[in-house]
């Protein structure tokens, strides 16, 4: 009988510091759940936002949830839960999963060239600038542009409309008006010179519309369907998705923008709106969709389960971390705004972080964690080191990439 005592306390207090060391180890405590609900509050209170909420699990458990302000602040509708919001650019990692799932499937070769599968769309040509005499000097691209280049935005598509003579070309064949296909947006985009040869420096822009129209080449049906098929549905993510619905969009958050210092004027619904209240031939891999906090995280759960969530799985261990690894070499030193977000490289339609931050001014972050974010200032990451997900939603114009600053010591501690 002893020894049964003994093994059962033996047992008891092996359980407790098990127990002990997981808290230890666990990044969202009380502490932490303080310091963010205090975040958020001063989000709204400081008129930042009008409205913000955050969604955090770590170990595959939901650890926080908060909503502050307004999604409607003139109509005095809360931010909540299942409030929808514009995700914006979190539309890409979504096509680069599906993107990816065709690639396990033996569709193509990260390095293979695009016009190896899109002979249709011609010949590229790189502008490098104006002759003496002011006519353009175009040439040949000094290697093919492949597939790997539209995942990590090293193309040289043109993305600025003011630029030197590219410019106007990029703005009279308008690739990205909501009426084309995308077919007609990848013809039209490959009328445009680029702006430097593949590979030579990270440049965001249409890359990832571009994957868009290659998961329809290579998979035969059309964008959306695709990703609702394979990725959404699937996932139950089924408050994803382009159009709003009438129904929904009482719940669909309102637009805010303001200048540094200035006061949050509301954008018009009509004009904040319109993409997603509009059906449109049009389904860009870049942007577009909207969603909800439970529907996107139920995205970034499956990344940090290695593809899987709830017995179904999306994509092969190996190919996200395949997507979660650094793709970008030393030598491609412009990288445009990549640096911004800190000691970070790009994956695969993500930005990996490869270095701890390197001062209390940069985002906080762990060392292979991958991450993306939105125009409206939506974000979410994902930390593998210690299985946490994150997702910060508000709608907040221009880009202000303070307040994901403030949220990550919130989330982490400061530095």
């Excluded at 909800?292 to 179904?312: A, R, S």
């Amino acid at each position: 009988m002893s020894r049964l005592i003994y093994i059962l306390v033996s047992f008891t207090l092996a359980l407790t510091a098990c127990s002990t060391n997981q808290q230890e180890n666990q990044i969202i405590d009380e502490t932490a759940m303080a310091r963010i609900d205090s975040t958020l509050q001063s989000f709204v209170e400081t008129g930042a936002v009008a409205g913000v909420s955050a969604l955090i699990y770590e170990d595959g458990e939901e650890v926080y949830f908060n909503a502050e302000g307004y999604a409607d602040r003139e109509n005095e509708v809360q931010m909540a839960r299942n409030t929808i919001v514009q995700i914006f650019s979190m539309t890409k990692p979504i096509t680069g999963v599906a993107l990816m799932q065709l690639y396990e499937d033996g569709a193509f070769e990260l390095d293979d060239p695009i016009s190896m599968y899109a002979p249709d769309l011609g010949e590229l040509t790189v502008y490098e600038g104006m002759d003496e005499e002011g006519n353009p000097i175009l040439v040949e691209p000094n290697r093919p542009l492949t597939i790997r280049d539209l995942t990590r935005h090293t193309t040289g598509f043109a993305n600025d409309p003011n630029a030197e003579y590219v410019g106007p070309i990029l703005a009279e064949e308008n690739p990205m008006n909501r009426e084309h296909t995308l077919g007609e947006f990848a013809g039209r985009l490959w009328n445009v010179p680029l702006v430097f040869h593949p590979g030579e420096q990270w440049y965001y822009g249409m890359s990832v519309d571009m994957q868009a129209f290659m998961v329809e080449l290579f998979s035969g049906v059309p964008f959306d369907e695709y990703v609702w098929q394979n990725i959404l549905n699937p996932l139950g993510m089924n408050q994803t998705r382009y159009f709003v619905p009438e129904r929904d969009r009482d719940r669909f958050a309102a637009v805010y923008s303001s200048a540094e210092g200035d006061s949050l004027q509301r954008v018009p619904d009509e004009q904040a709106h319109s993409f997603n209240t509009n059906q449109w031939p049009l389904t860009p891999g870049g942007w577009g969709y909207t969603s909800t906090l439970d529907d996107y995280m139920k995205f970034t759960q499956m990344l940090v389960n290695e593809g899987e969530l709830n017995g179904t799985r999306i994509l092969e261990p190996e190919t996200v971390e395949l997507m979660a690894t650094n793709q970008l070499s030393e030598e491609v030193t412009e990288r445009h705004f990549l640096p911004s977000k800190g000691q970070v490289g790009f994956g695969i339609d993500f930005a990996v972080r490869v270095r701890p931050p390197q001062s209390p001014e940069e985002n906080n972050g762990v060392v292979g964690e991958f991450f993306w974010d939105g125009l409206a200032s939506t974000l979410f990451w994902v930390d593998p080191e210690n299985e946490l997900t994150a997702v910060f939603f508000t709608q907040k114009l221009p880009f202000d990439g303070r307040l994901h600053k403030v949220f990550r010591d919130a989330v982490y501690g400061p530095l």
